[in-house]
């Protein structure tokens, strides 16, 4: 069931917010009303409800006569510990590796059975590829995602297996077996790869960081166009910048322990 649902099935005020607010994900920041209502699927009287009572509280924002997120959702994000945290911490490695590859470089976390990108830096030869920071890919089908599930408890990489492995190029692993054997490679070289699994012409190499408990919290990536970036060159600096992040977390919140 659903987490925005109650025990007995309905829908509770704060799914029904959730709900309308979600449907934000796959628009270009602003919908209409009736495009909110329509993406929602609520009923028009209790979204209109719905929708008048978030732009009051400031989760909403009206801009002529569309709507958009409003600033109330940024600064709250800004709270949020653990993508902030961690993004404080990449972010010069994440500036430094740019600089060095020319090549686009992110940061992201796994939430269910997907990967979230909390941080990209766009580099001068990097592909326009539709990563952006707050968005979501399938955790299976980059190499950011299998960094993460490759430290992660069994019971993640089983949830990410029982959903089902999507194929979005010819490329893209959708043999559980093949996944698991995937990942155990990742585990012993501390390095993932994506050779045009998530988008053709686009490859990449990211490696986990590590919290200071010594879990999994993240990947950082690196991406370029096939034919313009070198894997092998760029995994070793992926690797050490993966690694200079998780100390400087273990610097700022405690003990440290490398991946592997």
Same mark, same amino acid.
């Given at each position: 069931?659903?987490?925005?649902?109650?025990?007995?099935?309905?829908?509770?005020?704060?799914?029904?917010?959730?709900?309308?607010?979600?449907?934000?994900?796959?628009?270009?920041?602003?919908?209409?009303?009736?495009?909110?209502?329509?993406?929602?699927?609520?009923?028009?009287?209790?979204?209109?409800?719905?929708?008048?009572?978030?732009?009051?509280?400031?989760?909403?924002?009206?801009?002529?006569?569309?709507?958009?997120?409003?600033?109330?959702?940024?600064?709250?994000?800004?709270?949020?510990?653990?993508?902030?945290?961690?993004?404080?911490?990449?972010?010069?490695?994440?500036?430094?590796?740019?600089?060095?590859?020319?090549?686009?470089?992110?940061?992201?976390?796994?939430?269910?059975?997907?990967?979230?990108?909390?941080?990209?830096?766009?580099?001068?030869?990097?592909?326009?590829?539709?990563?952006?920071?707050?968005?979501?890919?399938?955790?299976?089908?980059?190499?950011?995602?299998?960094?993460?599930?490759?430290?992660?408890?069994?019971?993640?990489?089983?949830?990410?297996?029982?959903?089902?492995?999507?194929?979005?190029?010819?490329?893209?692993?959708?043999?559980?077996?093949?996944?698991?054997?995937?990942?155990?490679?990742?585990?012993?070289?501390?390095?993932?790869?994506?050779?045009?699994?998530?988008?053709?012409?686009?490859?990449?190499?990211?490696?986990?960081?590590?919290?200071?408990?010594?879990? +999994?919290?993240? !990947?950082?990536?690196? $991406?370029? *166009? /096939?034919?313009?970036?070198? #894997? @092998? =060159? +760029?995994?070793? !600096?992926?690797?050490? $910048?993966? *690694? /200079?992040?998780?100390?400087? #977390? @273990? =610097?700022?919140?405690?003990?440290?322990?490398?991946?592997?």
């Amino acid at each position: 069931m659903s987490p925005i649902h109650r025990d007995e099935g309905e829908i509770s005020g704060i799914g029904r917010a959730s709900v309308l607010l979600n449907a934000f994900r796959s628009s270009n920041g602003t919908l209409t009303s009736g495009e909110l209502i329509e993406r929602s699927g609520l009923p028009r009287s209790t979204a209109h409800r719905m929708i008048r009572e978030l732009v009051r509280c400031g989760f909403l924002e009206r801009q002529g006569r569309a709507l958009r997120l409003g600033i109330m959702l940024f600064e709250l994000g800004q709270l949020v510990y653990r993508p902030r945290s961690l993004v404080d911490a990449a972010r010069p490695f994440m500036t430094d590796l740019r600089e060095a590859t020319r090549q686009n470089v992110g940061v992201a976390v796994l939430v269910e059975r997907e990967v979230l990108y909390v941080e990209v830096l766009r580099g001068k030869d990097g592909p326009r590829v539709p990563s952006r920071a707050g968005g979501r890919w399938p955790a299976h089908a980059s190499c950011s995602g299998k960094a993460i599930l490759a430290f992660s408890r069994p019971e993640d990489v089983r949830g990410v297996l029982a959903d089902g492995l999507a194929g979005l190029t010819e490329n893209t692993i959708t043999d559980p077996d093949a996944l698991a054997e995937e990942l155990a490679r990742i585990r012993q070289r501390g390095i993932a790869y994506d050779r045009q699994e998530s988008f053709r012409g686009v490859m990449a190499a990211a490696s986990p960081i590590m919290g200071p408990s010594g879990d +999994v919290v993240g !990947a950082l990536s690196v $991406s370029g *166009l /096939a034919g313009r970036i070198n #894997l @092998a =060159r +760029v995994d070793a !600096a992926v690797r050490a $910048s993966a *690694l /200079a992040v998780s100390r400087e #977390l @273990a =610097r700022a919140y405690g003990g440290f322990r490398p991946a592997g």
